[in-house]
């Protein structure tokens, strides 16, 4: 069965500081990776995904993530944290195996700015 | 503009009473998606959809029922069975699934007891 780890329930950064939110994942297969964002009593919004491609992934708002299979790690950084990327992040995994229909979350990390 | 539509913002229920969310979606897609929402718990999925006519449950369909009768509409009633109700509800689509495929979600009910 798929899992996801993400570490840190709650990350604090200055504005313009490094942003690193840690996520860890299992499966038996091939993963695909996501990231997603959520703002206060809104849906998700996609950030990125890895499907297999190159293993570093380029997102929306500045926002990477390196797929590291080694590891079994997805982890996203942002180089300078900005006001507005304050939100909570979820991190989730879907297996390639056939039959395999469910994305499953982790339980999300919420980043503050502080100014 | 395409999108997810969810109805109503806020939702609330009394005991013993069934409750029905709507979702409706011009995406064109084929799979839509129920999830549960509680704080510091992540999203966990009730019922999925692949085409219409036909959807599966998910990690924690008990208490809960679903219809696709439509392509573009998923409706979730929350019934009297399902004992604790009260979270965020986030419906979802995505073109198909097979796995790699974005889920677009729409803005959310939130499913308050009386």
């Known amino acids: 069965a798929q899992s996801v780890t993400q570490l840190g329930s709650h990350v604090s950064v200055s504005e313009g500081a490094l942003v690193l939110l840690r996520c860890n994942y299992s499966s038996s297969v091939p993963p695909y990776l996501f990231w997603y964002v959520q703002y206060p009593n809104q849906g998700l919004q996609l950030l990125l995904k890895?499907?297999?491609?190159?293993?570093l992934v380029k997102g929306i708002n500045g926002f990477e993530a390196e797929f590291k299979k080694s590891e079994t790690s997805f982890h996203l950084t942002k180089p300078s944290a900005h006001m507005s990327d304050a939100a909570e992040y979820f991190c989730?995994?879907?297996?390639?195996?056939?039959?395999?229909?469910?994305?499953?979350f982790g339980k999300g990390t919420k980043l503050s700015v502080i100014p | 503009d395409g999108g997810i539509t969810q109805s109503p913002k806020y939702l609330f229920r009394k005991e013993g009473q069934n409750v029905t969310l709507s979702c409706e979606q011009n995406l064109n897609h084929d799979a839509m998606y129920w999830y549960r929402q509680d704080p510091g718990q992540g999203l966990r999925l009730i019922y999925y959809s692949q085409i219409v006519n036909d959807f599966q449950k998910g990690d924690i369909a008990e208490g809960y029922s679903v219809s696709r009768e439509k392509k573009e509409s998923f409706p979730l009633t929350v019934t009297s069975a399902q004992k604790n109700p009260t979270a965020f509800y986030l419906c979802?689509?995505?073109?198909?699934?097979?796995?790699?495929?974005?889920?677009?979600f729409g803005p959310g009910t939130r499913l308050l007891v009386l």
């Open positions: 890895y499907t297999s491609a190159a293993t």
């Open positions: 979802a689509s995505s073109i198909v699934w097979t796995g790699g495929e974005t889920q677009y």
């Open positions: 989730a995994v879907s297996d390639t195996g056939a039959g395999s229909y469910q994305l499953t």
